[in-house]
Nanobody
Framework: QVQLVESGGSSVPAGGSLRLSCAAS????????TSWYRQTPGKEREFVAG???TYADSVTGRFTISRDDAKATVYLQMNTLKPEDTAMYYC?????????WGQGTQVTVSS
């Protein structure tokens, strides 16, 4: 079993930066495959960034995924934010045959 807790969401102006954190507990290795997704009202959750530095086209060059093994934490550094990046951001991982999600952290980018 895995518990994921996101933090770091906030309201920022366009062009600003934020760093989201996803702290994992309860599993020794499953958190290593943690990815980031985001969702806006009325739309499906969409992939943002994943292990081995995979990114959605819309964030490539602006977002960076990284992790701190000692803290079992995965980060999402978001630079040059745009209003269309406004969403609830979730971290997720697959472990023991099921997918786990955090509760989400809200990012709002004003124009």
């Amino acid at each position: 079993q895995v518990q994921l807790v996101e933090s770091g969401g906030s309201s920022v102006p366009a062009g600003g930066s934020l760093r989201l954190s996803c702290a994992a507990s309860g599993s020794t290795t499953c958190w290593l495959e943690t990815s980031w997704y985001r969702q806006t009202p009325g739309k499906e959750r969409e992939f943002v960034a994943g292990p081995r530095s995979t990114y959605a086209d819309s964030v490539t060059g602006r977002f960076t995924i990284s992790r701190d093994d000692a803290k079992a934490t995965v980060y999402l550094q978001m630079n040059t934010l745009k209003p269309e990046d406004t969403a609830m951001y979730y971290c997720t991982t697959y472990c023991g045959g099921r997918r786990y999600w955090g509760q989400g952290t809200q990012v709002t980018v004003s124009s």
